[in-house]
C-alpha cells in the first residue's frame, strides 16, 4: 500500500511485528517505487491511544519514540542498523525508514524460528561478534552508552547480520564517572512510562540512583549474550533468559540468584569474561577491550570472514594473496555458514573480474565436496555468479582455464541445455584462444561433452576448431588434437568427414609427425574405411 507519510516507497499493510522501546514501534516490509524497487522495513507508530491523554504526557511518551531514530540516524557502522529515511511525523503517526531486515531477535523468539538463526557455531560466534562490535563503537569511537540492548533492539538483516538499534534510552557520557539516566523503574506498570527491559538492565539502572556507566552497557550485552547461547544451545523460546523478572522486586531477588543459573551452556573460554560481564558490581565488570582480548574471540576462522569483508580496501596483490590461501580452509567451513556468509562475499569481489582466477578455484572446492550443494542451492548461490562470468565482455584467460578445467564438475549441477547454451561457446572460444594451456585444457573436455550436446553444436563450433588445431605448428597440440579426434569422428556423417574431416587429416599428413601421431592418424583411416567405405591409400 501507499503512505501519506512515507513518500516514494510501497508498505505491507500487516506488520512483521513489533519492536523497540516496549515494543511500539511496528515494522513494516517495503520497497522503494523507482526502478531498483529497493527492499526496505518502514517502522511505524499510531498515535490514536495517546489521543485523550494531557499533552505533557503525550509528548513526554512521543520523546522517547522520537529519540531512537534522531539517534540512531547520527551513527554510522557496520553493526548499527542504517536509516535510510529519518523520522517523519503527522498527527495520526510518525515513521521512519531503515535498511531491509527480517525482524528483531524478539520477533524471532516469538515466531519459534530461532533455530534458522543458530544453525553453525561460526554463525552464533559471528551474530556475538555484531553486537560487540556495535558497543565497542558506542563506548570507544561516539562515548554514548546505548541502555536498551535487548532481544527487541536487534535486527537481523538479509544477509545475517545482527544489528543494534533501539537507541531511545542512549544517553552521551562527558567525562569519566557515572551518569544520571533519567530512567526510572519506580512507576513499573504503567503502560505510559517507557523504560528499557527490566531482565537486561543493569543493578544501577534499575535502582533509584539511575545512576550509570558503560558498565551498565557490558551488563545488558552480557545478558544478550547468555540467551544467543541458551538458543543456540537448546532452541528453547520458552525461557531463554538469564534473568525472569517481571517487577523490580523480582528483578532484584533475581540478581541474588544469578550465580545459580546454568552457565554449562557457555563454551568454557567464554565463561570467565561472561561472568565479569555480569558482575552486580559495576565496578567490577569487565570493560569492552576486556571482551575482546578473551581467547574465544580469536578464532581463525571468523578472523578469515572478517578479512574477507573488507578485502575490497586492499591492494590487488593482498587481495590476490588472501583469496589463494582462503581456498586452503574451505574443508573446515560449516557449509551453512559458508552459503550464508562467505558466498554473498565472494560473488561480490567476483564482479572485479581480475580476482576471477582467485575466487573461481574458492566455487569448485565446495563444488567437487560430496553433497555440499543441492541443484537448487547452486543454481541460487553460485550459477548466476558463473554465467555473468562467462557472458561478460572479458574473461582472464586463467579463469577461462579454470571454468574448462572443471567441465565435469559443472555439468553435475546444471540443466544440459543451459551448459550447451552457455559453455559450448566458451569451449569454441578456448579451443580457439591461442594459449596453449587452455586449448589443451578444452581439447581434453571435448571428449567428455560429446554425448551431452547436439550434434549441430559439436559440428558448427567444435569440430571446425579441433580440426584447426589438428594441424597447430605446435606439435604437442597437434598430438592431443588428433587423439581426441579419434575419439569423435564417429560421430559425424559422411558429409562432414568428406568436406572437413579427411581435408584437414590430408593437411596433417603433409606435417612432420612423430610416431604417436601418425598411428592415430592410421586408426582414424582405417575407422572411417570401415564405417563409410572409405578406400584407404596411405604412402
Same mark, same amino acid.
Given at each position: 500500500?501507499?503512505?501519506?507519510?512515507?513518500?516514494? *516507497?510501497?508498505?505491507?499493510?500487516?506488520?512483521?511485528?513489533?519492536?523497540?522501546?516496549?515494543?511500539?514501534?511496528?515494522?513494516?516490509?517495503?520497497?522503494?517505487?523507482?526502478?531498483?524497487?529497493?527492499?526496505?522495513?518502514?517502522?511505524? #507508530?499510531?498515535?490514536?491511544?495517546?489521543?485523550?491523554?494531557?499533552?505533557?504526557?503525550?509528548?513526554?511518551?512521543?520523546?522517547?519514540?522520537?529519540?531512537?531514530?534522531?539517534?540512531?540516524?547520527? #551513527? !554510522?557502522?557496520?553493526?548499527?542498523?542504517?536509516?535510510?529515511? +529519518?523520522?517523519?511525523?503527522?498527527?495520526?503517526?510518525?515513521?521512519?525508514? *531503515?535498511?531491509?531486515?527480517?525482524?528483531?531477535?524478539?520477533?524471532?523468539?516469538?515466531?519459534?524460528?530461532?533455530? &534458522?538463526?543458530?544453525?553453525?557455531? /561460526?554463525?552464533?560466534?559471528?551474530?556475538?561478534?555484531?553486537?560487540?562490535?556495535?558497543?565497542?563503537?558506542?563506548?570507544?569511537?561516539?562515548?554514548?552508552?546505548?541502555?536498551?540492548?535487548?532481544?527487541?533492539?536487534?535486527?537481523?538483516?538479509?544477509?545475517?547480520?545482527?544489528?543494534?538499534?533501539?537507541?531511545?534510552?542512549?544517553?552521551?557520557?562527558?567525562?569519566?564517572?557515572?551518569?544520571?539516566?533519567?530512567?526510572?523503574?519506580?512507576?513499573?506498570? +504503567?503502560?505510559?512510562?517507557?523504560?528499557?527491559?527490566?531482565?537486561?538492565?543493569?543493578?544501577?539502572?534499575?535502582?533509584?540512583?539511575?545512576?550509570?556507566?558503560?558498565?551498565?552497557?557490558?551488563?545488558?550485552?552480557?545478558?544478550?549474550?547468555?540467551?544467543?547461547?541458551?538458543?543456540?544451545?537448546?532452541?528453547?523460546?520458552?525461557?531463554?533468559?538469564?534473568?525472569?523478572?517481571?517487577?523490580?522486586?523480582?528483578?532484584?531477588?533475581?540478581?541474588?540468584?544469578?550465580?545459580?543459573?546454568?552457565? &554449562?551452556?557457555?563454551?568454557?573460554?567464554?565463561?570467565?569474561?561472561?561472568?565479569?560481564?555480569?558482575?552486580?558490581?559495576?565496578? !567490577?565488570?569487565? &570493560?569492552?577491550?576486556?571482551?575482546?582480548?578473551?581467547?574465544?574471540?580469536?578464532?581463525?576462522?571468523?578472523? =578469515?570472514?572478517?578479512?574477507?569483508?573488507?578485502?575490497?580496501?586492499?591492494?590487488?596483490?593482498?587481495?590476490?594473496?588472501?583469496?589463494?590461501?582462503?581456498?586452503?580452509?574451505?574443508?573446515?567451513?560449516?557449509?551453512?555458514?559458508?552459503?550464508?556468509?562467505?558466498?554473498?562475499?565472494?560473488?561480490?569481489?567476483?564482479?572485479?573480474?581480475?580476482?576471477?582466477?582467485?575466487?573461481?578455484?574458492?566455487?569448485?572446492?565446495?563444488?567437487?565436496?560430496?553433497?555440499?550443494?543441492?541443484?537448487?542451492?547452486?543454481?541460487?548461490?553460485?550459477?548466476?555468479?558463473?554465467? =555473468?562470468?562467462?557472458?561478460?565482455?572479458?574473461?582472464?584467460?586463467?579463469?577461462?582455464?579454470?571454468?574448462?578445467?572443471? *567441465?565435469? &564438475?559443472?555439468?553435475?549441477?546444471?540443466?544440459?541445455?543451459?551448459?550447451?547454451?552457455?559453455?559450448?561457446?566458451?569451449?569454441?572460444?578456448?579451443?580457439?584462444?591461442?594459449?596453449?594451456?587452455?586449448?589443451? =585444457?578444452?581439447?581434453?573436455?571435448?571428449?567428455?561433452?560429446?554425448?551431452?550436446?547436439?550434434?549441430?553444436?559439436?559440428?558448427?563450433?567444435?569440430?571446425?576448431?579441433?580440426?584447426?588445431?589438428?594441424?597447430?605448428?605446435?606439435?604437442? /597440440?597437434?598430438?592431443? =588434437?588428433?587423439?581426441?579426434?579419434?575419439?569423435?569422428?564417429?560421430?559425424?556423417?559422411?558429409?562432414?568427414? +568428406?568436406?572437413?574431416?579427411?581435408?584437414?587429416?590430408?593437411?596433417?599428413?603433409?606435417?612432420?609427425?612423430?610416431?604417436?601421431?601418425?598411428?592415430?592418424?592410421?586408426?582414424?583411416?582405417?575407422?572411417?574405411?570401415?564405417?563409410?567405405?572409405?578406400?584407404?591409400?596411405?604412402?
Amino acid at each position: 500500500m501507499g503512505n501519506s507519510l512515507i513518500k516514494h *516507497t510501497n508498505i505491507e499493510k500487516e506488520p512483521l511485528g513489533n519492536c523497540g522501546v516496549n515494543y511500539q514501534w511496528t515494522m513494516h516490509e517495503a520497497h522503494r517505487t523507482d526502478k531498483l524497487r529497493t527492499p526496505v522495513t518502514v517502522f511505524m #507508530y499510531k498515535k490514536k491511544p495517546l489521543k485523550k491523554l494531557p499533552t505533557n504526557v503525550k509528548e513526554s511518551f512521543l520523546h522517547v519514540l522520537r529519540k531512537d531514530p534522531q539517534m540512531l540516524s547520527q #551513527y !554510522k557502522h557496520p553493526n548499527i542498523l542504517t536509516v535510510m529515511d +529519518n523520522l517523519m511525523e503527522d498527527q495520526k503517526k510518525m515513521g521512519f525508514v *531503515t535498511e531491509k531486515v527480517l525482524g528483531s531477535l524478539h520477533n524471532f523468539i516469538q515466531w519459534a524460528k530461532v533455530s &534458522s538463526l543458530f544453525a553453525s557455531a /561460526t554463525e552464533t560466534k559471528l551474530h556475538i561478534i555484531d553486537l560487540c562490535e556495535a558497543v565497542r563503537f558506542l563506548h570507544c569511537d561516539v562515548r554514548v552508552c546505548h541502555l536498551g540492548i535487548s532481544p527487541e533492539n536487534v535486527y537481523i538483516t538479509p544477509d545475517g547480520k545482527w544489528k543494534l538499534g533501539g537507541f531511545s534510552f542512549a544517553t552521551p557520557m562527558g567525562m569519566p564517572g557515572n551518569v544520571d539516566t533519567g530512567i526510572d523503574f519506580s512507576l513499573e506498570g +504503567n503502560s505510559l512510562h517507557l523504560t528499557p527491559r527490566l531482565n537486561f538492565t543493569a543493578p544501577e539502572v534499575v535502582s533509584s540512583s539511575s545512576n550509570c556507566s558503560f558498565a551498565a552497557d557490558v551488563f545488558s550485552l552480557g545478558c544478550i549474550i547468555y540467551t544467543i547461547f541458551k538458543l543456540a544451545y537448546d532452541g528453547d523460546v520458552n525461557n531463554p533468559y538469564l534473568i525472569n523478572a517481571d517487577s523490580v522486586s523480582g528483578y532484584q531477588k533475581a540478581i541474588k540468584m544469578l550465580e545459580k543459573q546454568n552457565f &554449562s551452556i557457555i563454551p568454557q573460554d567464554f565463561q570467565p569474561i561472561l561472568f565479569k560481564m555480569i558482575h552486580p558490581d559495576h565496578t !567490577k565488570r569487565a &570493560s569492552m577491550n576486556d571482551i575482546f582480548s578473551a581467547s574465544w574471540f580469536k578464532d581463525p576462522i571468523v578472523q =578469515a570472514y572478517q578479512c574477507l569483508e573488507t578485502l575490497r580496501e586492499r591492494e590487488y596483490t593482498q587481495q590476490q594473496s588472501f583469496l589463494k590461501g582462503f581456498v586452503k580452509i574451505v574443508p573446515q567451513l560449516e557449509p551453512r555458514f559458508a552459503k550464508t556468509r562467505i558466498l554473498p562475499l565472494l560473488n561480490n569481489l567476483v564482479k572485479e573480474v581480475a580476482l576471477a582466477s582467485s575466487i573461481l578455484p574458492i566455487y569448485f572446492s565446495m563444488m567437487q565436496t560430496p553433497n555440499y550443494f543441492t541443484k537448487e542451492e547452486f543454481n541460487n548461490l553460485i550459477w548466476p555468479t558463473l554465467k =555473468a562470468l562467462v557472458t561478460g565482455k572479458e574473461i582472464p584467460g586463467q579463469a577461462l582455464n579454470q571454468i574448462i578445467e572443471n *567441465t565435469k &564438475s559443472i555439468l553435475q549441477y546444471v540443466d544440459p541445455q543451459d551448459y550447451q547454451t552457455l559453455f559450448v561457446p566458451l569451449l569454441g572460444k578456448s579451443l580457439g584462444c591461442g594459449v596453449q594451456k587452455i586449448q589443451i =585444457a578444452a581439447l581434453k573436455k571435448v571428449i567428455f561433452i560429446k554425448d551431452k550436446v547436439d550434434y549441430v553444436s559439436l559440428k558448427s563450433v567444435i569440430l571446425p576448431k579441433v580440426l584447426k588445431l589438428c594441424i597447430d605448428p605446435n606439435i604437442d /597440440t597437434r598430438k592431443v =588434437a588428433v587423439v581426441v579426434l579419434s575419439r569423435i569422428y564417429q560421430i559425424f556423417d559422411k558429409s562432414v568427414v +568428406n568436406e572437413s574431416i579427411l581435408e584437414a587429416l590430408e593437411k596433417l599428413r603433409q606435417l612432420e609427425n612423430n610416431y604417436l601421431i601418425n598411428m592415430t592418424v592410421l586408426k582414424i583411416y582405417q575407422g572411417l574405411a570401415k564405417n563409410i567405405g572409405l578406400e584407404v591409400k596411405l604412402t
